[in-house]
């Protein structure tokens, strides 16, 4: 029984559920996390659209037209828009659409060094929890 626990599990598996009973996976960064869902490749899209300025502050999007330059329904466009706004870069303005929010550089500043304080701790715990 080599490479296994007194408990006789292998201790990678013990690693894995302990990554998951952390719930780390849900707290790595959105840049990093490689999504699958139409809703998740949705919400990257438009959150490097904000960030490169192709979706301007104080303008209104609606969800059939970013859809549309996305090659997707309107459905997860919503679904992403509400996780954006939830986080502060746009408002849901109802049975309009949304509105990009302008951020202060102070804002953005802010937004790095809360982003620095979450993700360092959370890419570390992440490098300890991975086998060498």
Do not use: W
């Not at 707290?27 to 139409?38: A, D, G, T």
Request: charged share 25%.
């Amino acid at each position: 029984m080599l490479g296994r626990h007194v408990s006789g599990r292998d201790p990678e598996e013990d690693r894995v559920r302990e990554a998951a009973r952390v719930g780390v996976e849900a707290l790595i960064p959105p840049q990093k996390v490689v999504r699958h869902s139409v809703r998740g490749q949705v919400l990257d899209a438009l959150r490097a659209a904000l960030a490169d300025g192709e979706l301007a502050p104080g303008e209104i999007y609606s969800g059939p037209a970013l859809g549309e330059r996305y090659g997707v329904s309107a459905t997860p466009v919503r679904e992403a828009m509400q996780q954006l706004a939830l986080e502060g870069a746009v408002e849901c303005l109802p049975n309009r659409g949304f509105r990009v929010l302008a951020r202060t550089p102070r804002a953005m500043a802010e937004l790095a060094e809360v982003r620095a304080l979450l993700e360092v701790p959370v890419v570390l715990r992440l490098a300890r929890a991975v086998p060498a």
